[in-house]
């Protein structure tokens, strides 16, 4: 399956102003020709999946409201221009969100503005449940970007569980905590898909099924027990460590959290479940661009996969909240990345 750049027209996109796209370029004076060339770049730099080509042609129809841009070129439209998706008019703002990113040269250079950047998009992590400690994680995450130049860590260990479900932007935010800290990333697909392909096949069933119960039954357990080995093998060393995996069957199952904050407080680390909440639009939508063959059931039968989920659904324990519901979340991950210049290290 190939990426589309998009599908829809302005006329069905909800909050979608294409004129406030073209005032930006206006305003900083370039042509389509130069626009196009500084997009490329700077999703080239920024490692974006699906590097738009952006052709004059391609971004006259954004602007003119006939072609709506897919994600891989809103991520780099926002880059460009030091925006949010609200301030370029690809959609409305939810209540709340910051859109207040003012217009800056292309090329400003780093200054203190890149620590309330920082701030800004840690402080999405907000509490899921009364009992949950979300400041504790946020000066965590960053005391251990600042430490990174500074040395000395004040604090126990952390194991962080990002979970949510599949296009809901979990790898994203799990990759930003990690530029940040340096703390080592654990992620399911990566990590095990090799095995779960081969034992799939090897039991008679298909390499991308991920929603029979053959796989369920037989493979998954094999697949999550790999991750959590691997993450005790971190924290047995000392070593703070990012997870990211769906864990909607783990972080809903009481009994299985407290095991796992049991095993790791006896080795003297913290345990801290993140759930990525998102919409299904913008779900369908990142699954589609990213062409994974474990991904053809889900899209071919979406309402069938969409009746298995329940997009209310939290962990089953105390835990922490990041909404990504629009991207709003990723967007500002991609502002601090790029204050910060962590998207082109």
Known sequence: MTPREESRVGKNRAGWRPDKLRGQREAHGLTLEAA??????????????????????????????????????????????????????????????????????????????????????????????????????????????????????????????????????????????????????????????????????????????????????????????????????????????VLTAPFIAEMTDPAWMQRLTNRASSMGVDVFPVWVRCDEESMREYIGFRSAARDAWKLQRWDEYMATIDLDARPAVPHLVVDNRLGTAVTLADQARQAVGAMYA
């Open 36 to 241: 196009g060339e500084r997009l490329r770049d700077v999703a080239e730099r920024a490692k974006l999946k699906g590097i738009p080509a952006a052709n004059p042609q391609t971004l006259w129809q954004h602007e003119q409201g006939e072609v709506y841009p897919g994600p891989h070129y809103r991520r780099a439209y926002c880059l460009l221009y030091r925006a949010t998706e609200p301030d370029l008019g690809f959609r409305s703002p939810l209540p709340g969100e910051e859109t207040s990113f003012a217009l800056t040269p292309m090329d400003d250079r780093l200054n203190g503005s890149h620590v309330l950047a920082v701030e800004r998009a840690i402080h999405r992590i907000a509490p899921g449940s009364s009992d949950a400690d979300h400041f504790d994680l946020q000066q965590r995450i960053i005391d251990a970007w600042k430490r990174r130049h500074t040395g000395g860590d004040p604090h126990r260990p952390v194991l962080i569980l990002v979970g949510g479900f599949a296009g809901s932007g979990k790898t994203e935010l799990a990759r930003f905590f990690v530029q940040l800290t340096g703390w080592p990333l654990l992620d399911k697909d990566p990590l095990t898909r090799p095995l779960v392909e081969r034992l799939l096949v090897a039991l008679g069933g298909d390499a991308n099924d991920r929603h029979t119960d053959l796989y369920r039954q037989m493979v998954r357990p094999v697949e999550y027990d790999c991750l959590m080995q691997s993450a005790m093998a971190n924290i047995k060393c000392g070593i703070s460590t």
